[in-house]
Each structure stands twice: as C-alpha cells, then as structure tokens.
C-alpha cells in the first residue's frame, strides 16, 4: 500500500496568513492526489483534485502542487472559515488512502 | 444538488450486525462508482469499500473483508453496507461518498455520516 505522510500535524495560523501544508506519498504517485477540508462534525469537503485542480467552488485563494511523491497545499490568505483540518489523499492505486491530517488553528 | 443521506446507526454489541443505507439524489446515481469512507472518534478519514457503476466490481479494506459486504439498487438510488461481526474497532462515522473507484478516484460528495458505535 501507499503510505501518505502529512507534515506538520497541526498548524497556528492568523487570518491573512500565507499556510502551506504537505504530503508525502511512500512511492510516485504522478499527480493523483487530492485534498480535502474537514471542519468539526463535518463530512469533509473535497478542494483540489489530481493535484492542482480546483474543485468547483472551492475559493482561489486554496492551491495545490507537486507530483511524484512531494505534494503542497496552499493558503494564500487565510480567512476564518479556513480553520480546520485537512487530508491528502492518493488515488494512483489501490487502496486510496488518506493522509493523517493537518489541523489548522487560530493562533 | 447532490445530496447523499446516510442512515441506520446506532449502538450494537461486538458480534452483532447492522446494515447502512445511503440514499442518492440530484445526478445519476447510476452512472458513478460509490464508496464507504470511516472516521473514529478523533481519527482520521479510512476509506472501507467502494462498488462499481453495476456492481459487478466491490472491494473492501483489508480489516473488514469477509465481514462487511457492499451493494446498491439503482432503481432505488440506495447504497448500502452490511456490516456482520462488529468490533469495537469498528466504531466510527460512516460516510457514504461518491467516486472513488477507475476514472474518477476521488470523493467528491459525500453525506452527513451516521455514527457505528460498538460496545457491550
């Protein structure tokens, strides 16, 4: 299986801060890769798709990059609507399986 | 809108059964692979099981293999997930999501969760 690594496992942050998330896959995983936002006694909510896709309606100010086994989501401004807690998921084999999580807090 | 509503939760034993429906609307619900996604209480997302557009394809994380069985009803729009021998690490939200299977392996809706708590 594809182990999916997450770093940092939580984040303080203050509103229009710049917060940078990232994933690390345990072999190439080209750019099947998504990123999800999960807020408290939420479902999650899928942002980015095959690594730097956008989800529709999902702000701009959420991006992702990378491909192969290093992968970045990015804030660029953080809004308060955006503390939660963030998963990375690889989709290139099976099973799909999702990284630990990124809580972003407010600092 | 797409809308997924998941039901049939609840407090069971270990070694007991319970059965999870989720009910589709707002797209084909035919046209798309389906999956089950779990949550501990404090964990992380673990994908169970997924199932193809007719069924004929259904695949299972290795820890509820042999216990927990996938299906669906397209007449119907229902997803649902037999859940047999129950463990209470088992216990978790259950998510019904769209996709996650061959040509869209993401979850892109997914329901509000019911919650499987197994204890004696």
């Known amino acids: 299986d594809i182990q999916m690594t997450q770093s940092p496992s939580s984040v303080s942050a203050s509103v229009g801060d710049r917060v940078t998330i990232t994933c690390r896959a345990s072999q190439g995983i080209s750019s099947w890769l998504a990123w999800y936002q999960q807020k408290p006694g939420k479902a999650p909510k899928l942002l980015i798709y095959a690594a730097s896709s956008l989800q529709s309606g999902v702000p701009s100010r959420f991006s992702g990059s990378g491909s192969g086994t290093d992968f970045t989501l990015t804030i660029s401004s953080l809004q308060p609507e955006d503390f939660a807690t963030y998963y990375c998921?690889?989709?290139?084999?099976?099973?799909?399986?999702f990284g630990g999580g990124t809580k972003v807090e407010i600092k | 809108e797409v809308q997924l509503v998941e039901s049939g939760g609840g407090l069971v034993q270990p070694g007991g059964s319970l059965r999870l429906s989720c009910a589709a609307s707002?797209?084909?619900?035919?046209?798309?692979?389906m999956s089950w996604v779990r949550q501990a209480p404090g964990k992380g997302l673990e994908w169970v099981a997924n199932?193809?557009?007719?069924?004929?394809?259904?695949y299972y994380v290795d820890s509820v293999k042999g216990r927990f069985t996938i299906s669906r009803d397209n007449a119907k729009n229902s997803l649902y997930l037999q859940m047999n021998s129950l463990r209470a690490e088992d216990t978790a939200v259950y998510y019904c999501?769209?996709?996650?299977?061959?040509?869209?392996?993401?979850?892109?809706?997914w329901g509000q969760g019911t919650l499987v708590t197994v204890s004696s």
């Open positions: 998921q690889q989709a290139n084999s099976f099973p799909p399986l």
């Open positions: 199932i193809k557009q007719d069924g004929s394809e259904k």
């Open positions: 999501a769209r996709g996650g299977g061959n040509g869209y392996p993401y979850f892109d809706y």
């Open positions: 707002g797209f084909t619900f035919s046209s798309y692979w």
